[in-house]
Nanobody
């Protein structure tokens, strides 16, 4: 089992910034990718960004490219999502997740490719 604990959500004005954190613990040795997703009521969980376990490769949804940055602290087993130039449409519950599939499979971009999920953290961007 892998446990994921997210933090850093909150309320911010449009154009502002937030940084989300996700700390992983437990049996992480078979983990290959860490990702961030977001979800609004009535919609499917949407891919935001992902990084290989080593942090050497990163992937982004087109909607956040150039505004969000995913990074990883290997020593702390923690992944971060730095969000800048936030827009009201970024409002959602943000989840971090771990996949045991290699990034080369492309599974990182779909929620079905992930094995473990955090509890989620609310991000609200006001206009």
């Amino acid at each position: 089992q892998v446990q994921l604990v997210e933090s850093g959500g909150g309320l911010v004005q449009a154009g502002g910034s937030l940084r989300l954190s996700c700390a992983a613990s437990g049996r992480t040795f078979s983990s290959r990718v860490m990702g961030w997703f977001r979800q609004v009521p009535g919609k499917e969980r949407e891919f935001v960004a992902a990084t290989s376990w080593s942090g050497g490769s990163t992937y982004y949804a087109d909607s956040v490219k150039g505004r969000f940055t995913i990074s990883r602290d290997n020593a702390k087993n923690t992944v971060y999502l730095q969000m800048s130039s936030l827009k009201p449409e970024d409002t959602a519950v943000y989840y971090c997740a771990v996949s045991q599939l290699p990034a080369s499979t492309g599974a990182y971009s779909t929620h079905r490719g992930y094995n473990y999920w955090g509890q989620g953290t609310q991000v609200t961007v006001s206009s």
